[in-house]
């Protein structure tokens, strides 16, 4: 940044308008990613202006706006929350919305507009900058990557703002009921985390806690696990315990693990297929509506999960996961085997009790983490630069995330390299068949995280070795430590390409007029063979994509 600061008056870029909107649910650190912008705006240009949308997409198509300034942000730098502005969790939908869109960057003349949000935000930037450009309107459209689900990953894209301070939240919490499990020595726990799609956070703060055991929802879809199989997973880990004595635990799952179960996915597809039809469907009449072997779930079922299935939808239409109490049911069914294994014999260890919890909204305003509020400032900065540059359909990125700040390189990536089109797609709340998309990616169940997990399953299952990362720190020595996920992986994409220029380079250096025959030989049949390979493995056969 200028060492003139934000009210700079030496203007070394000409003067923008550029406009701002939090597009999805709120994530620490949102508002470092405006106050990077505004004070890279006006470092270059103090007559550049930054308008806020108030209240999100919907902000955007009213055009409810404020112009933001240095006063009016001071209070919320390095803040949780989303309150400068507000937000709205609804994807743009309609032609009528995209038309809205464009009528209020032509009505502001805005010169490029900000997108801040999760994966289906991303996508609706791509949209937007595509319609942009074939209709006329100059604006041009940014991204950024905003989520605590952590699920907007790829070459890229190394983490999300709002992940590392969700998980320290989460994982503070959870360490201090190991503690309290490990005292009491009666109790287990069944903690929902959030966590639709994808159970990055669980992975994460099973990482962070060492808790007992978790259940991924990407591990129950690969075995293709029944709820009984989930059930009787968990009175086996219970049965083996009370074998040593101990009885008590604490057991982490996803928001997402219930949609991830075969049985359930497909009777979650069915209700909100009624639902469409008959908005006033209810418990009592719903069964005769199903077929066969959905009905029979769906009958079997307590009856405070009957009305959680059938409550309001979300935006896109699926079911609202956070409200659905998955740990609740499993307390349950585990409750009803325990009791089954006792009096059969099967298990004389003490009763089975269970404390249910949902962490899902103690993080979302939390104030961040040092690591999110560096890296959404700096994501803020990247964004005008991508803006200045001109470009549109781009997400601003910044790679190297795991060493020193001053080591991270920024950058701008185009939302059409994240996006795919999915040929068919099963299941509640699943984007429209054909509709390209920057789809959240999964828990790489071949990865160096997941792997750290399966290597110490079985002794955290064991042997209660919970570990306590204490409340975020902002100073000292744990204050700039990143996520478990993050300082394992391997994700320097754009590092990499560079290394491989280099060899190219020094190729060139070697191989030219002059060289000995033997060493063009060499070259030659070298990157013949190379070649052959690469144009193999980039073939769609070779990636083995799947229709799913």
């Not at 923008?16 to 470092?32: D, E, K, M, T």
């Not at 949000?117 to 990557?145: H, M, R, W, Y």
């Not at 380079?505 to 025959?517: F, M, N």
């Amino acid at each position: 940044m200028s060492s003139g600061g934000p009210n700079a008056t030496t203007a070394k870029h000409l003067p923008l308008r550029i406009g701002v909107a939090f597009c999805g649910r709120q994530s620490p650190g949102g508002h470092n990613v405006i106050t990077g912008l505004f004070d890279a705006l006006k470092s270059q240009n103090a007559n550049s202006i930054l308008i806020g949308f108030i209240g999100g997409t919907e902000g955007i198509f009213s055009q409810r706006t404020v112009e933001l300034t240095n006063d009016m942000l001071k209070d919320f730098r390095n803040q949780g929350g989303y309150d400068l502005l507000g937000r709205t969790k609804d994807q743009i939908k309609s032609y009528q919305q995209i038309k809205d869109a464009k009528a209020a960057c032509e009505a502001l003349k805005l010169d490029v507009l900000v997108l801040i949000g999760g994966c289906g935000t991303n996508s609706d930037a791509a949209q937007l900058a595509e319609f942009f450009l074939e209709s006329g309107c100059t604006t041009k459209v940014v991204g950024i990557p905003v989520t605590i689900d952590g699920d907007l990953k790829n070459q890229f894209v190394e983490t999300n703002v709002g992940f590392d301070t969700t998980c320290k939240v989460y994982s503070q919490l959870i360490s201090n009921i190991c503690t309290d499990a490990l005292s009491a020595e009666k109790y287990y726990y069944f903690i929902r985390l959030m966590g639709r799609q994808a159970s990055h956070v669980s992975l994460e703060c099973t990482l962070q806690s060492q808790s007992n055991m978790v259940l991924l929802g990407e591990e129950v879809a690969n075995s293709k696990m029944t709820l009984f199989d989930v059930t009787m997973q968990i009175c086996d880990a219970i049965q083996a315990r009370g074998e040593q004595g101990k009885n008590y635990g604490v057991v982490l799952l996803p928001e997402g693990l219930i949609e991830r179960i075969p049985e359930f996915r497909a009777l979650l597809q069915e209700i909100n297929t009624l639902r469409k039809q008959d908005e006033d469907i209810g418990v009592d009449n719903i069964s005769s509506r199903l077929t066969l072997w959905a009905a029979a779930l769906y009958d079997f079922l307590p009856i405070f999960i009957k009305k959680q299935l059938l409550l309001d939808r979300e935006s896109d239409g699926s079911v609202q996961l956070s409200q659905i109490e998955t740990e609740k049911l499993l307390a349950q069914l585990v409750d009803t085997e325990m009791i089954r294994r006792t009096k059969t014999g099967l298990y004389e260890g003490k009763k089975f009790n269970a404390i249910c919890h949902f962490f899902g909204y103690q993080a979302r305003g939390s104030l961040p983490s040092n690591f999110d509020c560096n890296y959404a400032y700096t994501l803020g900065q990247t964004a005008y630069y991508v803006a200045q540059a001109g470009l549109t359909g781009y997400m601003a990125t910044v790679a190297n995330l795991k060493q020193d700040v001053s080591e991270w390189r920024c950058g701008g990536a185009p939302l059409t390299a994240m996006m795919s089109v999915k040929r068919w797609l099963r299941g509640p709340g699943v984007s429209q068949t054909g509709k390209p998309a920057v789809h959240t990616t999964e828990v790489d169940l071949k990865g160096k995280p997941y792997g750290l997990l399966t290597q110490h399953a079985s002794s955290w299952l064991m042997d209660d070795l919970y570990r306590n990362p204490g409340p975020i720190q902002y100073a000292g020595p744990g204050a700039d430590l990143t996520t478990i996920t993050l300082s394992i992986e391997d994700n320097d994409y754009i590092g990499e390409i560079q290394e491989f220029y280099a060899y190219l380079d020094k190729v060139k250096e070697i191989v030219k007029p002059g060289c000995a025959g033997e060493v063009l030989k060499a070259a030659l049949s070298s990157m013949a063979s190379v070649t052959d390979i690469l144009t193999a493995m980039s073939a769609p056969s070779y990636r083995s994509l799947t229709p799913f």
